[in-house]
């Protein structure tokens, strides 16, 4: 049975201020309901100041970066009415496409708009926080190209991406959401709302595609619905019978003139862009010579790539691209951070490949010190004093420590089992507090028990 998958993808717009209004943007840092002012509060008789340019500017580099084409005709703010608590003027922003038949990785963009955030209910406590209300989002409709849940997954990260590439959109990270569209073969389209993570997305995807299929095999047929995702379950839950464009009435707002996307305006923002994520790859492969697979792995996002580039200005690129995708990477995967996240910064970067190079730490003890450095922010260069290799000589006794504390080990290594001696390496790397060199230990340990 065929599977057709499409989204709609809002993000945040990384704007100064909201969309209609000077209420600052970043509201992470504030107190519930303080980041707000009449217009985000949908105050009766409070009108909105005129689209956000920053806002507009951001949606039509998104599209660019898309592959889309920008829409010459005037752009209309449009009322979308729907009545819940998190919406204080009854009726959501949102604009008619910007953007127009696109493609990512294989898969349509179908339209790129500009639309308001709402604030946030939470149906537990009855509270509601406009703090977010009025934030611009960009908001993503895909074609259904996508078949399975692996393949949306590939896909969102490639968007994800992206959309950090154009930064346009926020990266603090948790304020993207999905909205997925699943139907099989002839059977009913279901939504399914509340999605905001790539994980979330598949397994809801996987639950919701079985259940589906479930339905069929039982001879029933798959309702149009809108279901939710409950993350804690990894199910999804029928909220309602999926509403009709008229549900939600939509008019173009009385209070907002359309906008006009000029040649002008397209080509300035064109001409700002940044390098795309595949560019950037094969510039990548071509400059500095390194592998495919190392180049993917640094240019998974933006910063870190900026940071390779810089290291390469010191260090030879095959070097140092080895470093970010086996150790950068793996210690970033590690702490489930992204580099932005990370605080890593060039110079602790160009210390440690320094300190590895001149013989002062061993690959483990790098790894250590990036692990510091990302867990509790420790500045490198101390670690790098604290944790540089042992001299010969307290190795040696550190070796006869680990010797005469594992009479066991040393028993089974004599006595034909060889691989006893990794047991002692690793009591040397213990007892030295991972400063010794594992490999000379290692030859330590067998010239003393041979
Ligand atoms: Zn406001």
Known sequence: MKVRIGFEIHEQLATRTKLFCRSPADYRDAEPNTNVCEVCLGMPGAKPMGVNAEAVEGVIAIALMLNCELVREPVYILRKHYDYPDLPSGYQRTSMPIGKNGELAGVGI???????????????????????????????????????????????????????????????????????????????????????????????????????????????????????????????????????????????????????????LVERVRSELPEAPHQKLQRFMQQYRISRDDAWAITSEPEMADAFEQVCGQVEPGRAAAFFRHIIKKTLNYHGMSFAESGLTVRDILAVLG??????????????????????GAEAEELIQRLSKLDEQSLASAVEQAIRENPGAVQDYRSGRREAINYLVGQVMRITRGRADAEKALEMLQERLS
């Open 110 to 264: 179908w339209e790129v708009h500009l639309e308001e955030d709402p604030g946030k209910y939470d149906p537990v406590t009855g509270r509601v926080d406009y703090n977010r209300s009025g934030v611009p989002l960009v908001e993503i409709v895909t074609a259904p190209d996508i078949t399975s849940p692996e393949e949306a997954r590939n896909f969102m990260r490639e968007l994800v991406k992206v959309l950090h590439y154009s930064g346009r959109v926020r990266r603090e990270g948790g304020t993207m959401r999905v909205d997925v569209n699943v139907s099989i073969e002839d059977g009913a389209r279901v939504e399914i709302k509340n999605i905001n993570s790539i994980k979330g997305l598949y397994r809801a995807l996987k639950f919701e595609i079985t259940r589906q299929k479930n339905l069929r095999r039982r001879g029933k047929a798959v309702k149009r619905e809108t279901r939710a995702y409950i993350e804690e379950q990894m199910i999804t839950k029928s909220m309602r019978t999926k509403e009709t464009a008229e549900d939600y009435r939509y008019i173009p707002d009385p209070d907002l003139p359309p906008l006009r996307i000029t040649e002008e």
């Open 355 to 376: 300190a590895i190079s001149s013989g002062r730490l061993s690959q483990q003890a790098a790894e250590l010190v990036l692990r510091e450095v990302v867990e509790r």
